[in-house]
């Protein structure tokens, strides 16, 4: 990949231009403007977290699962063995694991989000 | 056919103000992907009217519709209001002699919807800690309403509601395991069968006009009315996707659970468990995941193009971050 520029900063430089333009748009397409700045910031954090999202997201589900293999193999295997009923809330480590990918997956899509369970803003 | 709303508005003036009663404004306010409001006023013979015209822009399905029609709607917020419940006055249902489609027009409710404006705005600091009891004791008329003879709503409980989200989740194709670990565990802690009511449905903070100074001044948005569990309503108003960056206050982002409680059995509801509630709530955030994956899948198969479908997509994470600590601590 070259890096002058890098993907992310392609995708940062068209959320700042949306976001310049977005005062002279009527109120429809400010909103969607402001939609798909937001979206450009998504792709950018993906880019640079996704990565390391996706490699942990792997090590956890390998970990519950016992053994190695890709993203969509595991992930696919996880959901049909909590289909199944054999994984639970109970099985150790489960929920750990579904943790860190939910707390990874929320740091991209939406880092404003305040999820249940956090403390009152001081 | 598109329909020139502004010249039925200048009819309705007409037709409800007497001849000659003319359009003082007109606006549009919000656009859902299939519903529109428009704010307008009068002057007529009886004097200046402020009212609401709310219109649907899309043809009714009434068999796919998981929404109730605008007449419906406007026949509930009728019979719940005769019963006492804080709803809008209805002013006119349209016909066709208005030429505006599926439509209803009611009295202009002052007050405040945005979410983040009754959390957060300093405003509302004076009447906030009163805002949970007073939601608890606006569901009990609603809930205590015999619907009109001749309407037809959709009856729905705890299981019925889990076996639709999970068909919508399957039919998705999508692999979400949290989504999935949430459906087993609900499915396993099925609350007990209670006596199906009238429910408002969409029962949620961005329903419900406030004011600072008497707190809730009108439900809105009955769309979704329906025949189920009275908890529903309270889990729907607790699910942290409606708390507008206040994760702390359960209900509404403004208040407390006890609060809820206490306020609809201090007005005659039938007690209702906390364990109940949570058991809705947890569902709500479900509700909504599967939600959010419904409008990205609308964008993916074409059937709508705005942008803004796809970013709703991303927001099944917010409910999967929801979900797993709901999850760790049980109901």
């Known amino acids: 990949m070259i890096t002058h520029p890098k993907t992310e900063e392609l995708a940062e430089s068209v959320r700042l231009w949306i976001d310049e333009i977005r005062p002279t748009l009527d109120p429809r397409n400010a909103f969607l403007a402001r939609v798909a700045a937001n979206a450009m910031a998504t792709i950018a954090r993906e880019l640079t977290q996704g990565p390391a999202a996706e490699a942990a997201a792997v090590a956890g589900m390998a970990g519950v699962l016992g053994h190695e293999g890709g993203f969509a193999d595991l992930n696919a295997e996880l959901c049909e063995r909590i289909r199944s009923g054999e994984l639970t809330r109970e099985t150790p480590g489960l929920l750990a694991a579904l943790t860190v990918m939910a707390r990874d997956q929320i740091a991209i899509d939406q880092p404003s989000y305040r999820p249940e369970g956090t403390p009152a803003p001081r | 056919m598109e329909i020139d709303v502004r010249a039925g508005l200048e009819r309705l003036a007409e037709r409800l103000g007497g001849a000659g009663a003319t359009l003082t404004e007109a606006g549009r306010l919000s656009g859902g992907a299939s519903m529109e409001t428009w704010a307008f006023g009068f002057e007529g013979k009886g004097g200046p ?17 998981r929404s109730v029609s605008l007449a419906t709607e406007a026949a509930l917020i009728q019979a719940t209001g005769a019963n006492g419940a804080r709803a809008p006055k209805v002013r006119h249902v349209c016909d066709d002699a208005d030429g505006l489609g599926e439509a209803y027009v009611m009295v202009r409710v002052g007050g405040e919807t945005l979410g983040r404006k009754i959390t957060s705005d300093p405003r509302f600091d004076a009447i906030r800690p009163d805002l949970a009891r007073q939601c608890g004791e606006v569901l009990v008329p609603i809930h205590a309403t015999v ?42 802690h099925m609350p ?139 109901l």
């Open chain 2, 147 to 188: 619907p009109p003879a001749g309407l037809t709503l959709k009856v729905s409980d705890a299981q019925g509601e889990l076996d639709r989200y999970w068909d919508s989740y399957v039919m998705s194709g999508a692999q979400r395991p949290i989504l999935e670990l949430a459906f087993q565990y609900l499915r396993r």
């Open chain 2, 49 to 65: 009217e402020s009212l609401i015209l709310r219109r649907r822009s899309v043809p009714f399905d009434p068999e796919t519709a």
């Open chain 2, 192 to 330: 007990e069968p209670v006596e199906p009511i009238l429910l408002h449905g969409d029962f949620r903070n961005g329903n419900i006009m406030f004011d600072p100074e008497i707190g809730v001044a009108a439900v809105l948005d009955w769309e979704l009315a329906h025949i189920g569990d009275p908890a529903e309503d309270m889990g729907w108003i607790c699910t942290n996707s409606w708390r507008f960056g206040r994760p702390d206050r359960p209900v509404g982002g403004f208040g407390e659970y006890a609060d809820l409680l206490a306020g609809y059995a201090a007005a005659g509801g039938r007690p209702i468990e906390l364990s109940r509630v949570r058991f809705w709530q947890m569902l709500g955030s479900l509700r909504w995941g599967v939600m959010c994956l419904g409008m990205y899948l609308s964008w993916r198969d074409g059937i709508t193009k705005s942008v803004e479908r796809p970013m709703i997509g991303r927001r099944v994470s917010e409910t999967e971050a929801d979900l797993v600590v709901l999850l760790e601590e049980g």
